[in-house]
């Protein structure tokens, strides 16, 4: 029996999806735009420059998964030969566009109800929550309340946040509540313990994640986050290819948020490792070292975090290219019957408004020594990543979605 990878490129979306005009989301296009500031030197920095260099991405058959996408082939990236792997890209049919819809529906279980989300207003969140929180877990206060980006909020309340002892409350479009809290003067397993709070209180409001959001430093110039955050999510809502796969005893390997993503519903064994490199890093030891029947996820999280929501182009050319570098070391471990699939969960274009995430298709890429190449097409749904990833695993009884009209069959391996 063989084993699967799955490999998501948090946030490299392939252009605006059917229904992105609905999320504000028409014209979004992740990979597309990055190519294109590349092509006219824009996205020039200490770290890269010139056109978009993801040959190795491009061989498997990204380009061509985003040219089919958007409609026109990604400027100054070759297309010079015919890609080795499957290729296309699917299409979210979850009613968000956020990390554990992307996620579940990659693992067969669209989201079909609608997240709680707060309203942009100061305050943003309910009275009734803010006071029960301050009540259960002895806090002085909160400041923030508001709609913000990590790192501004950050910068801009974490001495007050020091000298006063109240956490740093805020959310964003997706459905979340983050709560920012320094390492040392708060604490943080006190900051775990208060978003343990928090996410109990707040599920009338059906919020999708508490998320906790530890910083260092001492003044407004030298804080910033470390690797010790913490998603606290609501489980699935249906057992995923995780559960489904674990269940039928195999092995599971969750890498990096993964185990927080799927509330640890199903994960099997987390390896926790924090930014690309070393993601890439634990990739590589559990792909040389897992036996057969081994399902392995994992998420690189900077490409969203670290350069879509801030509005980076040159930052997230910069880590493609570091990760197109990478990926032949992967390549060379993968076995005669494996599967791997490269893929990602919604867009964050760094060069639309705002520092939210997009609404966008995604690529689907299957490469493995016995994969057949050539085009799968538009997929209808992200779950036919989980589908395929199912037959191969010869899991018998997937999720009810393979049989609705209309939804994935999986694609040919």
Same mark, same amino acid.
């Given at each position: 029996?063989?084993?699967?990878?799955?490999?998501?490129?948090?946030?490299?979306?392939?252009?605006?999806?059917?229904?992105?005009?609905?999320?504000?989301?028409?014209?979004?296009?992740?990979?597309?735009?990055?190519?294109?500031?590349?092509?006219?030197?824009?996205?020039?920095?200490?770290?890269?420059?010139?056109?978009?260099?993801?040959?190795?991405?491009?061989?498997?058959?990204?380009?061509?998964?985003?040219?089919? $996408?958007?409609?026109?082939?990604?400027?100054?990236?070759? %297309? $010079?030969?015919?890609?080795?792997?499957?290729?296309?890209?699917?299409?979210?049919?979850?009613?968000?566009?956020?990390?554990?819809?992307?996620?579940?529906?990659?693992? #067969?279980?669209?989201?079909?109800?609608?997240?709680?989300?707060?309203?942009?207003?100061?305050?943003?969140?309910?009275?009734?929550?803010?006071?029960?929180?301050?009540?259960?877990?002895?806090?002085?206060?909160?400041?923030?309340?508001?709609?913000? $980006?990590?790192?501004?909020?950050?910068?801009?309340?974490?001495?007050?946040?020091?000298e006063t002892g109240k956490p740093i409350f805020y959310?964003?479009?997706?459905?979340?509540?983050?709560?920012?809290?320094?390492?040392?003067?708060?604490?943080?397993?006190?900051?775990?313990?208060?978003?343990?709070?928090?996410?109990?209180?707040?599920?009338?409001?059906?919020?999708?994640?508490?998320?906790?959001?530890?910083?260092?430093? %001492?003044?407004?110039?030298?804080?910033?986050?470390?690797?010790?955050?913490?998603?606290?999510?609501?489980?699935?809502?249906?057992?995923?290819?995780?559960?489904?796969?674990?269940?039928?005893?195999?092995?599971?390997?969750?890498?990096?948020?993964?185990?927080?993503?799927?509330?640890?519903?199903?994960? #099997?064994?987390?390896?926790?490792a924090d930014g690309n490199a070393a993601l890439f890093?634990?990739?590589?030891?559990?792909?040389?070292?897992?036996?057969?029947?081994?399902?392995?996820?994992?998420?690189?999280?900077?490409?969203?975090?670290?350069?879509?929501?801030?509005?980076?182009?040159?930052?997230?050319?910069?880590?493609?290219?570091?990760?197109?570098?990478?990926?032949?070391?992967?390549?060379?471990?993968?076995?005669? #019957?494996d599967l791997a699939v490269i893929t990602a969960d919604?867009?964050?274009?760094?060069?639309?408004?705002? $520092?939210?995430?997009?609404? %966008?298709?995604?690529?689907?890429?299957?490469?493995?020594?016995?994969?057949?190449?050539?085009?799968?097409?538009?997929?209808?749904?992200?779950?036919?990543?989980?589908?395929?990833?199912?037959?191969?695993?010869?899991?018998?009884?997937?999720?009810?979605?393979?049989?609705?009209?209309?939804?994935?069959?999986?694609?040919?391996?």
């Amino acid at each position: 029996m063989s084993r699967a990878f799955l490999l998501v490129l948090d946030s490299l979306g392939v252009g605006a999806a059917p229904d992105a005009e609905t999320f504000g989301d028409a014209g979004s296009d992740t990979l597309g735009h990055i190519a294109e500031a590349c092509a006219r030197g824009d996205a020039n920095s200490a770290n890269r420059s010139g056109p978009l260099n993801l040959v190795n991405l491009t061989r498997l058959g990204l380009s061509a998964a985003a040219a089919a $996408s958007r409609g026109k082939p990604l400027p100054g990236v070759c %297309e $010079s030969h015919t890609p080795t792997g499957l290729y296309g890209f699917a299409s979210e049919q979850s009613l968000g566009k956020d990390t554990p819809s992307g996620h579940w529906e990659l693992a #067969g279980v669209p989201v079909r109800f609608p997240w709680g989300y707060f309203p942009r207003t100061v305050p943003t969140f309910p009275a009734p929550l803010i006071d029960a929180v301050i009540r259960e877990a002895g806090l002085p206060g909160i400041l923030g309340d508001c709609h913000a $980006s990590g790192t501004e909020i950050i910068a801009a309340l974490g001495q007050a946040h020091i000298e006063t002892g109240k956490p740093i409350f805020y959310t964003s479009a997706d459905s979340v509540l983050q709560i920012a809290a320094h390492e040392t003067h708060f604490g943080l397993e006190r900051l775990y313990d208060l978003c343990g709070i928090a996410r109990r209180l707040i599920e009338p409001y059906n919020i999708a994640r508490v998320i906790a959001r530890p910083f260092v430093g %001492e003044d407004a110039d030298g804080f910033h986050r470390t690797g010790n955050r913490k998603d606290l999510a609501v489980p699935p809502p249906a057992p995923t290819l995780l559960a489904l796969h674990e269940a039928a005893g195999g092995s599971v390997i969750s890498i990096g948020k993964i185990g927080d993503i799927y509330a640890h519903q199903g994960t #099997g064994r987390e390896v926790k490792a924090d930014g690309n490199a070393a993601l890439f890093d634990c990739l590589l030891a559990e792909t040389e070292a897992v036996p057969d029947n081994a399902l392995v996820l994992v998420n690189f999280v900077d490409f969203d975090m670290l350069y879509g929501h801030r509005r980076d182009i040159a930052g997230y050319a910069a880590a493609l290219e570091a990760f197109d570098r990478w990926l032949p070391r992967f390549e060379a471990l993968v076995r005669p #019957g494996d599967l791997a699939v490269i893929t990602a969960d919604h867009g964050c274009d760094p060069s639309w408004p705002g $520092s939210d995430h997009t609404r %966008e298709n995604v690529p689907v890429i299957g490469f493995g020594p016995d994969v057949t190449a050539g085009y799968i097409g538009h997929r209808e749904s992200f779950a036919d990543v989980g589908q395929s990833l199912a037959m191969h695993l010869q899991l018998v009884h997937f999720p009810i979605w393979v049989n609705l009209r209309g939804f994935p069959t999986g694609f040919r391996i």
